[in-house]
């Protein structure tokens, strides 16, 4: 089946410091990524969808220029945590779409000291 | 908008025991609906998935779920519960005009009693 590979799975940075954490699909083409939030104990909020070729769409709330959002081929898409800060501690997740629905990563868990 | 409720945040029950995890969703058009199973600091398995057609909808790990239009719901169901089973379920409904968007219940943490 399809799989999307996600890495680095954690990741320990000092604050001011930028990260990046990269999807990339394994055996089918990723037009678009989604990327996902979540909180300790919570659910998965969509932060932004990235297009192959075009900018990303961020939901609201959500700061485009912190969280930079990359997709330049079909198959890597790649978030970047820039001047991170403890409060950007979090599970970070991509997902594609594929023709059985939705393929995850397996998820960044970044902490920010 | 579409929305997502899973009024359970945390159900216990014992090995062995029948399981039912409820979802209810708000979305205008037919939805896509999905459930997915979480284990801790991983990312997202899907267990089943209904598009269309028979609104009995068998996944794996011996889950199935039932889509009912007029109570818009889709709830999960096993028969007899495993100690392995122990997890986040989160229910999500997709767009179905063809964005793809996901939007997620809270979910409900399953403990396994042995």
């Known amino acids: 089946g399809a799989v999307v590979s996600q890495h680095p799975s954690w990741v320990i940075c000092k604050s001011g410091t930028s990260v990046k954490i990269e999807c990339r699909s394994l055996?089918?083409?990723?037009?678009?990524m989604f990327w996902y939030r979540q909180f300790p104990k919570q659910s998965l909020m969509l932060m932004a969808t990235?297009?192959?070729?075009?900018?990303?769409?961020?939901e609201q709330g959500v700061e485009k220029d912190k969280f930079l959002i990359n997709h330049a081929s079909l198959t890597l898409s790649t978030l970047t945590v820039t001047s991170a800060h403890p409060e950007d501690s979090s599970f970070y997740i991509c997902?594609?779409?594929?023709?059985?629905?939705?393929?995850f990563g397996s998820g960044t868990r970044l902490t920010v000291v | 908008a579409q929305s997502v409720t899973q009024p359970d945040i945390h159900i216990t029950v014992s090995e062995g025991a029948s399981l039912e995890l409820r979802c209810n969703y708000s979305y205008g058009a037919t939805p896509y609906l999905f459930w997915y199973v979480q284990s801790p600091g991983q990312g997202l398995q899907l267990l089943l998935k209904y598009f269309s057609g028979d609104t009995l909808v068998q996944g794996i790990k011996g889950f199935e779920a039932e889509f009912k239009r007029s109570q818009s719901s889709f709830n999960l169901r096993k028969p007899s519960v495993h100690w392995s089973d122990a997890a986040e379920y989160f229910c999500a409904v997709g767009n179905g005009a063809g964005s793809y968007q996901l939007t997620f219940g809270k979910g409900t943490k399953l403990s396994v009693i042995p």
């Open positions: 990235s297009n192959e070729g075009s900018k990303a769409t961020y």
């Open positions: 055996d089918f083409q990723a037009t678009t």
């Open positions: 997902s594609a779409p594929d023709r059985g629905g939705y393929t």
